[in-house]
Structures are given as structure tokens and as C-alpha cells.
């Protein structure tokens, strides 16, 4: 895949980080935290105005023990939206995102 843009969302040295790449309409976003469980607000500002469909995989409730525990989610939300990111200690989080036709 060939990559249209990159943008660093978010993000502290040595202690997390948020970068979303784009190819065409499709925006990916991808978190990491140290060793901190932590909640980031994911602003969507970013993104075109419009309506737009998520895809994410996130740190499942025992991810703070068991690093495999995560789970799927789906969401659409408006550009402009707050998305809040629960991270496990050590943990991520991905996403695909894209437009509503």
C-alpha cells in the first residue's frame, strides 16, 4: 500500500504516540502507550467533514494481564467527533476509517 499522508495525532516521547496514515479515503490510526494505562481523546478533526465508519481493534478488559485480550469494535461517527482510546499498560490500538457513502 502506498501512502498519501502521514500525520503524528498525538503524542509524548517515551510515553505514547498516535499517527494516522492515508491512502486515498481511507484513514489508519494506530496507538501505543509505555507502561501507563492511559485514555487519549482522539480528536477527528482531521478528517474531511462528513459521516464516517470505524473499524478498531482495542485492548480487551484483562489486556493489562493478558496482552492477547482485545476486542473488535464499529462505530460511525461525524468528523469532528471525540473518540476516547482506552489503553492497557503496554497496550495500542488500530483502526481503519472510512467515509460514509
Known amino acids: 500500500m502506498e501512502w498519501d499522508e502521514t500525520r503524528l495525532l498525538k503524542g509524548k516521547i517515551a510515553k505514547y504516540t498516535v499517527l494516522a496514515r492515508r491512502s486515498g479515503s ?23 467533514p462528513g459521516r464516517y465508519r470505524m ?23 461525524q468528523a469532528g467527533d471525540v473518540l476516547k482510546l482506552n489503553l492497557a499498560s503496554g497496550g495500542g490500538w488500530v483502526a481503519r476509517i472510512v467515509p460514509i457513502k
Open 55 to 77: 473499524e478498531a481493534i482495542e485492548d480487551g478488559i484483562n489486556a493489562n494481564t493478558r496482552a492477547e485480550d482485545y476486542k473488535r469494535i464499529e462505530r460511525d461517527f
Open 26 to 48: 481511507e484513514w489508519y490510526v494506530g496507538a501505543i502507550t509505555d507502561w501507563s494505562v492511559r485514555t487519549i481523546d482522539l480528536e477527528t478533526g482531521f478528517l474531511a
